[in-house]
């Protein structure tokens, strides 16, 4: 008898934990319901800042893409209707934008952080129109005018694919710009790149001598060093006005040539 009463009170005990863990569902179905046909309370935006502390989009781009990708005002959303990946997605595809991340806070406010590209360098296309390089060589539209070296003569097209082309210079461009703007020196000193003809990389500095002849892409960081110390012994030393010309394609050699030579 007593083995019976105490199956029976396991069995209310059964169906008492049941109970409770369907109401719990059910109540946790219908919060996330409300949730879902709730709508958002606001959208907060940021935008890192560049290094030269300009914007490549503002708030105001990034509000009017997203209203081109979901036909109305993002504001004017429900939670539920919000596909926060694939919104991620396509606003990646955007060549402005490094990374984008966009979440949810408890009070219903989409928050929206956007990591912009840098650029390093500017291609200047003849004919065409002009780009930025970023630090891994992607492509990046002019919409903001950045303090950066500016890229002029025989650049090769850019593709997709250039950095896997042997003969595209362009790559040796961006690893040249690269260089340029890891090295605090470099950074101020170079103004301008050139390639000319035979696909020798110039460089026109900001201060002094009119032009720094650089060669091809080999041994890039032994010719930059070469650069580096030059010019800080020109500290020292005091600058010769009759040499405006510095070549550093040779291995270990830094060869100084008069105006008019």
Request: cysteine-free; hydrophobic content about 35%.
């Amino acid at each position: 008898m007593a083995k019976k009463r105490k199956y029976r009170n396991n069995e209310s005990i059964s169906y008492i934990k049941l109970s409770i863990v369907g109401l719990l569902v059910f109540f946790l179905g219908y919060a996330t319901l409300q949730r879902l046909n709730s709508q958002l309370v606001d959208v907060k935006i940021e935008i890192t800042k560049s290094d030269s502390k300009k914007y490549l989009l503002t708030k105001k781009d990034v509000k009017q893409k997203l209203k081109g990708i979901l036909g109305y005002d993002i504001s004017l959303a429900n939670i539920g209707q919000l596909d926060l990946y694939n919104l991620e997605t396509l606003l990646d595809r955007d060549d402005r934008i490094n990374k984008s991340d966009l979440f949810l806070d408890k009070n219903n406010r989409l928050h929206i952080v956007i990591e912009q590209r840098q650029p390093i360098v500017r291609i200047q296309v003849s004919g065409g129109d002009d780009y930025y390089l970023d630090f891994d060589g992607g492509r990046i539209p002019v919409t903001e005018t950045f303090r950066v070296p500016v890229v002029t003569g025989h650049v090769d097209q850019y593709v997709s694919n250039y950095k896997g082309i042997k003969d595209n210079n362009l790559k040796d461009v961006w690893e040249l710009s690269q260089r340029i703007y890891e090295n605090d020196f470099l950074r101020v000193l170079v103004e301008q790149i050139d390639v000319n003809a035979q696909g020798d990389m110039i460089i026109a500095p900001k201060f002094p001598h009119s032009k720094i002849v650089l060669g091809d892409a080999l041994d890039i960081d032994g010719k930059l060093n070469r650069i580096s110390d030059y010019y800080k012994g020109l500290k020292k030393a005091g600058f010769d006005a009759k040499y405006n010309e510095v070549d550093v394609q040779y291995e270990d050699q830094v060869v100084r040539r008069p105006a008019n030579s």
